[in-house]
């Protein structure tokens, strides 16, 4: 695995809670599996062994000095590249001013390590790269190392987990990253007038694959294709949607260290306790415990629907419920969210923070977790919900239509404020009806979203491209 994140060691978003959780699922069915990553700042070195020094990283002119080093995580290695010119900075991918302007750099000097890691410490069959960050490899592969016998056989998976990012540059950089300038031409690198690294890896890699089902088609669509649906329909065949799974060691009221009190659904009684330790961590009055209690856990960024409640929030917040919302992002919607706390503080509580234990009280102590994204590749804590027993209403596209349905819980197709309005108010309505709305628990609480039949479909995939 060739990931720019994955837990417990550097993480932004959901692409982190995959490959952690997705390596060793597939350990756990035999797979031979190690992952690389980039060693930032927030990564202690602290435990780990370095197990190759100056290793030199060549782009162009350039050449970079660079160590590796070893770690573990539930019997995973991960290798991690340690480069403190590109990677020692306070974020992953940039700061409060924006993404960091040498990204190219950074990721090619980290896509070429890659390939040193292979020559040099583990010899995989299948390199499976996610996301922009790591689609430098399949390109190198094809072009600079095209005859170099350590990569013959050797298969490459390219797994798009958000076709929103897709790694555009300036097309003067090709020369920087040690790539031949003839490269910059509409079959190969170039799109609309720039270099798109994405797109390079979605054509020079053997398969690829994206995050659920519904995504898969979506993606070769206008729509959501983002402009790469021409390139994606001439590859449907190599294209395979496989749902994201959850980490139930991690995501589980009945062993959660998070909540306040542990519950399943063969006793619900915690989950009240839970919502009202929720109800004091956002400073709400424990009057509320009788009214519903809606959950947000996001990036706060335009795909996740917020200009949908921004449109309906006077509407909201006529109903008889609470509102509590966690997250970072655009200034834009922490700013909306923080002033509808202002206006209306005994109602709505907010955290503009990353916060990874609150994330949990909030799944286990909210009523509804509300997800009205635009676009959803896949989507994970629609399915923590489901397993807290909190009743998602989602937008039904992705990942979301994919996993909810009218048995556990409500979905909207129009993006429009007032088909959000009127999904909520169909689930405020079923949270009037006590049998009902246990009944919508409980079906939730028994779906079964796990990693075990998701790592079954990925090592059906390798066995297909190693025949």
């Not at 020369?175 to 054509?203: A, Q, T, Y």
């Not at 890699?205 to 993606?219: F, G, N």
């Not at 008889?320 to 923080?338: I, M």
Request: charged share 25%.
């Amino acid at each position: 695995m060739v990931t720019s994140e994955a837990t417990p060691f550097a993480k932004t978003g959901g692409l982190a809670d995959v490959v952690g959780s997705l390596s060793p699922a597939l350990r756990a069915r035999g797979e031979d599996v190690a992952v690389f990553l980039p060693r930032y700042r927030a990564i202690s070195l602290d435990g780990l062994t370095r197990v190759y020094d100056d290793l030199p990283i060549w782009l162009g002119p350039v050449c970079y000095s660079a160590s590796l080093y070893q770690g573990e995580d539930r019997g995973v290695p991960y290798y991690f590249l340690d480069c403190p010119p590109l990677f020692d900075r306070d974020g992953l991918y940039g700061d409060a001013v924006g993404d960091y302007p040498d990204s190219h750099l950074r990721f090619a000097a980290f896509s070429r390590a890659a390939l040193d890691l292979v020559r040099r410490i583990f010899r995989p069959q299948i390199i499976h790269c996610h996301d922009w960050q790591a689609a430098l490899v399949p390109i190198y592969i094809r072009t600079l190392f095209a005859g170099d016998p350590t990569f013959f056989g050797l298969k490459t998976v390219l797994s798009i987990h958000n076709l929103g990012y897709q790694g555009l540059f300036d097309g003067a950089i090709l020369p920087d990253i040690g790539l031949d300038p003839s490269l910059f031409r509409p079959d190969s690198l170039e799109f609309f007038g720039r270099v798109n690294l994405l797109k390079g890896g979605l054509l020079y890699s053997d398969a690829l694959t994206t995050v659920s089902r519904k995504y898969a088609q979506e993606i070769r669509t206008p729509k959501l294709g983002f402009g790469l649906e021409g390139v994606l329909s001439d590859r449907a065949d190599a294209l395979t949607g496989i749902l994201n799974g959850v980490d139930y060691s991690q995501w589980d009221p009945r062993t959660d260290p998070f909540i306040a009190a542990r519950y399943s659904p063969d006793n619900l009684e915690g989950k009240r306790e839970c919502k009202a330790d929720l109800l004091d961590a956002f400073s709400l009055s424990r009057e509320n415990l009788g009214r519903p209690l809606l959950g947000i856990v996001s990036r706060l960024v335009g795909q996740k629907g917020f200009d949908l409640i921004e449109q309906v929030a006077a509407s909201l917040l006529d109903e008889d419920l609470c509102l509590v919302a966690l997250g970072t992002g655009d200034p834009r919607y922490e700013r909306f969210f923080t002033d509808l706390a202002a206006l209306h503080p005994e109602k709505v509580g907010v955290r503009i923070a990353y916060d990874e234990p609150l994330a949990h009280k909030v799944e286990a102590g909210a009523d509804i977790f509300l997800m009205p994204s635009q676009y959803e590749p896949s989507g994970l804590n629609q399915m923590f919900s489901l397993r807290y027993g909190t009743v998602p209403v989602v937008r039904a596209t992705g990942g979301l239509d994919d996993t909810i349905d009218a048995e556990t819980g409500f979905k909207f197709e129009d993006y429009t404020g007032e088909a959000l309005l009127e999904a909520l108010r169909a689930a405020l309505a079923a949270y009037g009806d006590p049998e009902t709305w246990t009944a919508m628990m409980l079906a939730g609480m028994r779906r079964d979203f796990s990693w075990q039949a998701s790592a079954a479909e990925y090592s059906a995939l390798y066995r297909r491209l190693t025949a």
